[in-house]
């Protein structure tokens, strides 16, 4: 029977899986579902796929039923969130910002910096147009957004991943990869390991699986966008991702914003 998984249509996410989804590495067929990031937090919420990528903000309340993978998220340097507006004096108090979800790890570290704004929530390729136009104030951004927010004229007011690593000396945890706790996990997270070593070794394998669910981003993008998120913490978390995810999570239930996590993390 096929393994169910959920990712995002996003480039690390397409490039990290192809070998799995493809059969190319050892492991279970998988059926695939592309979502949002947001959608697959609420999927994950219904217990409804048997592997998911879910933001950490979302982990405490999965853990009794799912585990946290050691391998194929989102998790480094240099990778957080932006607060983006028009102009740099932009007023955060009491100002509407866009964000891409609710359980996301990007709206939760706009929590832990910073509150005492509204929120509107978004498709995080909305954003960007929500905030050049006018619709809101100003936008919280993932993704691919970090290189292309200039050409949509904005300015960047806080970059999260720099405030969390300044404050805490950690990379940003940003997306997880969870699985059933019924599954086979040490099976499972040598094939998502195998899957991101075989796209490292082979590039051109996952290349046209990875522009097909690009949409219509530029190519140049799409590769800054894998070199980025696609790190040695997507193949290991590690003694360091571990001790990121930690801090991230003691911080969220300590300021009441996630409750406590239902299970345990490793």
């Not at 939760?108 to 704004?117: A, H, M, S, V």
């Not at 945890?173 to 070593?197: C, F, K, N, Q, W």
């Not at 669910?213 to 966008?225: G, I």
């Amino acid at each position: 029977m096929a393994v169910t998984l959920g990712i995002s249509p996003c480039p690390n996410d397409t490039f990290a899986f192809s070998a799995l989804i493809h059969g190319q590495v050892e492991g279970p067929p998988v059926a695939v579902t592309f979502a949002d990031i947001d959608v697959c937090n609420r999927m994950a919420v219904g217990h409804e796929l048997d592997v998911l990528k879910v933001s950490y903000a979302a982990l405490p309340e999965l853990l009794d039923h799912y585990a946290l993978l050691p391998t194929g998220g989102a998790l480094g340097h240099g990778v957080g969130p932006l607060v983006l507006a028009r102009t740099a004096d932009q007023d955060l108090a009491g100002a509407t910002i866009a964000v891409p979800g609710e359980r996301t790890t990007a709206y939760l570290l706009l929590r832990l910096w910073r509150q005492g704004f509204d929120v509107r929530v978004m498709p995080f390729e909305a954003i960007m147009p929500a905030v050049r136009d006018g619709l809101v104030d100003a936008g919280l951004v993932i993704h691919e957004s970090r290189f292309t927010y200039p050409s949509y004229g904005l300015v960047c007011l806080q970059d999260l991943g720099t405030w969390w690593e300044q404050d805490t000396g950690l990379p940003i945890p940003l997306g997880a990869i969870v699985a059933r706790r019924s599954l086979d996990l040490e099976a499972l997270a040598t094939s998502v390991r195998a899957s991101v070593e075989h796209a490292w070794a082979d590039p051109s394998a996952s290349a046209a699986f990875v522009a097909e669910h690009a949409q219509e981003m530029d190519p140049a993008v799409c590769q800054q966008h894998i070199d980025l998120y696609v790190n040695d913490f997507t193949r290991e978390l590690g003694d360091a991702g571990y001790a990121a995810v930690e801090a991230l999570l003691t911080r969220a239930v300590d300021a009441g914003l996630v409750p406590p996590l239902s299970g345990p993390l490793r």
